[in-house]
């Protein structure tokens, strides 16, 4: 039986090694199941069938762990690698386990008892033929006979996934139940159910039909009485109003497709590999283990490029689970873009839903259906792609509508996965600096995809790290533990400050997983000198710096910072296209130049880190500028100005924690011998004050902003705050023409009416809207200690002369 067993597996190897290419998830499952190669491994596969065994066995050689078809040599003992954990079905009956399995599991349970020192690792490793959901039954080698195998192998052969799960070590299970029979029956119930989440999480529930769905939609009683109203408002009759609110949901709503689906995989596949020269994914364990576990998964990435909705949704593809359905905005609906979009997964919204009560009564109704049914959603809450690099205030009306959902109870809990998004070449950039400087924003359409195909070449590398997810319904209890109880209006008291606050969270966790690369970190170096030129050995020390840094100061565990080296980073960036870094040489060697035009792009992907260096470089800035400094100025420096910091870069970290913070950046520095502690002050360490120098320019720009709006206050107490931002804009125009500064988001309105916003939440105002004036004296008076004499002059002869053109707008 034996020696023909072998003889099938060989004669079946021929045809798997030339019609199948599998993938295996995860792509590093030593490291990231945490497996211990020194035990023993048990691959379970969750029922018998060949073809998936030798197709384990060799994405385990690829991947070295051990051959499954290689006994465990256990104290004499010589027991089998594998195991199928029943046979399928035959004759329209399902078997359970097999009992030859339990055997097996308890075989190996009782060799925990003569040797403490063995656990034995369970690992489940199914095979995933085809990813299909159907609105029929999608074929399974489980299911097929001979010929119809091969048919399924030639058409699933390419879209096949090898899936290894977390170990389970028996030592655990051993020492908490021992081992018998019972045990080894419970082991194989909890595989059957573990397979039974994968391949839901995989495939996820079945597609919906789109007409019985709008039907369910359209005769719900909200939807009815929203048609009634609009039928009254606009005075027509309830049939043409029923009408448009079936054009408003054949709008919105996706129509996905499962072929299209592999096609995109295929067409994306292709295009990654034109355009980067790697994909770099962090954390996906983390949705995986949510999925399994039977979690309704919300994606909220943050928004860089449209690139970002292929991007995850390919991601997520390969990580074996369901591609989710995309909140996309209405200009992306164009031909034949948006039929495309729509089979992927795409659902429109439009860009405002206010006075439209029919129109957000049905997006409303029609997300909470998604949710019901037990389909995953990703949407974008910045509303859209930032033009800066930074992160933008989140929109809250899509969170709103989840928690809604959330309260009118569903089957499942809701998770929320913030999703950082990153890359070394963003394709719109150029179109970013434009439309800050003051150009219109160019509507989508199909000339301008043509457009963006042409730049279609070496981006370098794109990065996607799953942050912190946050279950929603955890985060309630801890909260807001009134969250379940109905109310009598409505819409519950609790549900804006909760809406707010999980918004909030989400930005934080998006920056706490942030992606360092090789651009953003020249970039980062470069920018930080005012001639936008660096040596070539300076600019490699401060690379160095910045990695000696962000690893021994970790803005979080999240973070990924590159593994190169500073000089193989450089190189890297020189060799991307229009990265704009030039080299120049002369009598004393070689240098490193961004011209001005490319030094305005690359504040783009500064921006994108900038977060993890602020606080750094304002403990920096304070030392520089007050040369020789006690710990606590430096901390009553940080602690005035942090919150404004907080708001504007959606920074974690408590203001308790800023202490510990600050003190660990301080040792940092005088590690890498930037600053010397003596006499109880720290000083300048002149030989590294160059070093010094670049990281506390990473901030200046900032502070600068701050001191305008607060110069402007000091001469104008009572102007409203929305002058105050008008004004402040002026001035930042005029300052980035007079000083040189390249960054386009300097003068850009949303940040001066977030710094405002944070003023009023600070108390800088009274309750009538003037502002406290000691207050904002202290603290421009701190802020005036940290910036040039010449950038102050500027900015209060600007300030000035606009105080009086308003008290005399006739001189």
Not at 206 to 233: C, G, H, W, Y
Not at 446 to 471: D, M, S, T
Not at 582 to 589: S, V
Request: glycine residues 4%; proline residues 4%; hydrophobic residues 40%.
């Amino acid at each position: 039986m034996a020696s023909f067993l072998n003889f099938y597996r060989k004669l079946l190897n021929l045809p798997l090694s030339l019609l199948v290419k599998s993938r295996a998830i995860p792509a590093d499952p030593i490291n990231e199941l945490s497996l211990n190669l020194l035990q023993p491994i048990l691959y379970v596969l969750p029922y018998t069938s060949q073809t998936d065994l030798l197709i384990i066995q060799k994405n385990c050689l690829a991947l070295n762990l051990p051959d499954p078809l290689q006994p465990n040599e256990i104290n004499g003992q010589s027991l089998p690698r594998y195991v199928f954990l029943d046979e399928g079905r035959r004759f329209f009956k399902s078997k359970g386990a097999k009992s030859e399995t339990e055997s097996l599991f308890y075989r190996y349970l009782d060799l925990h008892h003569n040797d403490e020192n063995l656990d034995v690792q369970l690992v489940p490793a199914s095979v995933l033929w085809g990813r299909s959901p159907g609105k029929e039954k999608t074929p399974s080698l489980r299911f097929l006979g001979g010929f119809q195998r091969l048919i399924a192998i030639l058409w699933f052969g390419r879209d096949n996934f090898v899936r290894f799960s977390q170990a389970v070590g028996l030592r655990s299970i051993f020492t908490q139940d021992g081992a018998d029979e019972k045990i080894a029956q419970k082991l194989a119930r909890i595989a059957k159910i573990h397979f039974a989440r994968q391949r839901y999480s995989a495939m996820g529930p079945r597609l919906p039909d789109r007409e019985v769905m709008f039907n369910k939609l359209l005769n719900s009683a909200v939807i009815q009485t929203a048609i009634q109203e609009e039928a009254t408002n606009k005075k027509i009759s309830e049939e043409k109003a029923r009408k448009e609110a079936e054009k408003i949901l054949n709008e919105i709503a996706a129509d996905v497709r499962h072929e299209s689906l592999r096609m995109a995989d295929r067409v994306l596949s292709w295009l990654w590999n034109k355009l980067y020269q790697g994909i770099n994914v962090q954390n996906g364990d983390r949705v995986r283990k949510l999925a399994l576990e039977g979690h309704e998964i919300v994606y909220v990435p943050c928004h860089r490029s449209h690139m970002d909705y292929l991007l995850l949704s390919y991601i997520l593809y390969h990580q074996g689970l369901v591609p989710p359905h995309i909140a996309a905005g209405i200009n992306l609906n164009f031909f034949p873009a948006g039929p495309i979009f729509r089979s992927w997964g795409a659902f429109f919204i439009r860009r405002t839903f206010k006075g439209n009560r029919l129109y957000s009564t049905i997006f409303r109704e029609y997300l909470a259906e998604l949710f019901y049914r037990g389909y995953s959603v990703e949407y974008f809450i910045e509303g859209g792609r930032s033009r800066t690099g930074r992160l933008l205030e989140p929109k809250t009306g899509m969170m709103s509508m989840t928690l809604q959902a959330l309260q009118r109870g569903l089957a499942r809990p809701i998770s929320i996965v913030p999703v950082y998004i990153g890359y070394e070449h963003v394709l719109e950039v150029d179109t970013y600096a434009k439309e800050l400087r003051g150009a219109e924003k160019e509507k989508e359409n199909a000339g301008l995809v043509l457009r963006v195909i042409k730049k279609l070449r070496n981006l370098g590398q794109g990065y996607v790290n799953f942050g912190e997810p946050i279950q929603l319904n955890n985060y309630l209890n801890q909260h807001y533990p009134e969250w379940k109880t109905p109310s009598e209006d409505g819409r519950p008291t609790w549900l804006n400050s909760a809406v707010d606050d999980v918004a909030k969270e989400v930005m934080l966790n998006i920056n706490k997983a942030a992606a360092v690369n090789a651009k953003n970190l020249v970039g980062t170096a470069l920018l930080a000198s005012r001639q936008r030129a660096l040596t070539r050995e300076l600019l490699i020390e401060q690379l160095n710096s910045y990695l000696e840094l962000l690893k021994a100061v970790p803005y979080s565990k999240d973070i990924t910072i590159p593994t190169e080296s500073a000089e193989e980073l450089l190189e890297h960036v020189l060799t991307l296209p229009r990265a704009g870094v030039r080299t120049e040489k002369d009598n004393f060697g070689e240098m490193m130049i961004l011209d001005r035009e490319s030094a305005v792009l690359m504040t783009y992907y500064r921006n994108n880190i900038q977060h993890l260096f602020v606080l750094p470089s304002l403990v920096a800035s304070v030392i520089l500028h007050h040369e020789a400094v006690s710990k606590d100025l430096i901390l009553k420096t940080v602690h005035q100005i942090y919150p404004f910091l907080q708001a504007e870069l959606f920074l974690h970290f408590k203001n308790e924690e800023i202490r510990t913070q600050v003190e660990t950046i301080l040792a940092e520095f005088a590690r890498q011998k930037l600053i010397k502690f003596e006499s109880e002050v720290y000083q300048i360490n002149r030989p590294r004050i160059r070093t010094l120098q670049l990281h506390a320019a990473n901030v200046r720009e900032i502070l600068q902003r701050y001191y305008i709006s607060l110069n402007i206050l000091l001469e104008q107490p009572e102007i409203s705050r929305a002058e105050l931002e008008k004004e402040s804009r002026l001035i930042a125009q005029r300052l980035s023409v007079l000083h040189g500064i390249n960054s386009p988001e300097f003068f850009d309105k949303a940040l001066f009416s977030t710094f405002s916003t944070s003023l009023k939440n600070e108390g800088y105002f009274d309750q009538e809207g003037k502002a406290i004036e000691n207050k904002v004296r202290q603290t421009e008076d701190i802020l005036r200690s940290l910036i040039s004499l010449e950038v102050q002059l500027t900015i209060q002869g600007a300030s000035t002369e606009k105080a009086e053109t308003t008290e005399n707008p006739t001189a």
